[in-house]
T-cell receptor, first 113, second 112 residues
Framework: DGGITQSPKYLFRKEGQNVTLSCEQN?????MYWYRQDPGQGLRLIYY???????QKGDIAEGYSVSREKKESFPLTVTSAQKNPTAFYLC????????????FGPGTRLTVL | GENVEQHPSTLSVQEGDSAVIKCTYS??????FPWYKQELGKRPQLIID?????GEKKDQRIAVTLNKTAKHFSLHITETQPEDSAVYFC???????????FGQGTRLTINP
């Protein structure tokens, strides 16, 4: 767990703004994931990447975008097209893929004002 | 695709008693089953996992059992303590699958 960092811890956004959430890992993991968690709810997959310069949409990708230019980094942009972005965002990584243990970052709590 | 159902959604037990959370999965090819514990406002943390080549795995007060024929697996916590209060998530995946599929979560409350 300590090898995955997310920043910022708290983020406030005005309606109509794009914001970017940072996720970095030093575990030398190939695969990285972004999840959204709403209060009292489970984890919903936004995007995932199994290798540098490649990523796939998860179950709720609309209104979000990602990039994977470096193995260590997988930033998530919440665009103005995401109508209800207030949530807890969790980044995770695993060695190669989904059958390997996923380790989560500490999360970013995004609030739209 | 894989679908994971988790029950119950909430569970309340007396301190010292046992707690059991059950999950069923749909993809018979799934072979990796982790359990995560999430405390309020914190990240999910892996507490135990099992692969399909074994039927049971134990770590101190925590155990997981797997029934491949029935396609279900369970988390068992014995001698529960107040610090066991949290939300627990099960998940399932297989080699080559692109994502880990999570259950809906169980909120476990340990009453003193």
């Amino acid at each position: 767990d300590g090898g995955i960092t997310q920043s910022p811890k708290y983020l406030f956004r005005k309606e109509g703004q794009n914001v970017t959430l940072s996720c970095e890992q030093n575990l030398n993991h190939d695969a990285m994931y972004w999840y959204r968690q709403d209060p009292g709810q489970g984890l919903r997959l936004i995007y995932y990447s199994q290798i540098v310069n490649d990523f796939q949409k998860g179950d709720i990708a609309e209104g979000y975008s990602v990039s994977r230019e470096k193995k260590e980094s997988f930033p998530l942009t919440v665009t103005s097209a995401q109508k209800n972005p207030t949530a807890f965002y969790l980044c995770a990584s695993s060695l190669r893929g989904s059958a390997d243990t996923q380790y989560f970052g500490p999360g970013t709590r995004l609030t739209v004002l | 695709g894989e679908n994971v159902e988790q029950h119950p959604s909430t569970l309340s037990v007396q301190e010292g008693d046992s707690a059991v959370i059950k999950c069923t999965y749909s993809d018979s090819a799934s072979n990796y089953f982790p359990w995560y514990k999430q405390e309020l406002g914190k990240r999910p943390q892996l507490i135990i996992d099992i692969r399909s080549n074994v039927g049971e795995k134990k770590d101190q007060r925590i155990a997981v059992t797997l029934n491949k024929t029935a396609k279900h697996f369970s988390l068992h916590i014995t001698e529960t303590q107040p610090e066991d209060s949290a939300v627990y998530f099960c998940a399932a995946s297989r080699r080559g699958a692109q994502k880990l599929v999570f259950g809906q979560g169980t909120r476990l409350t340990i009453n003193p």
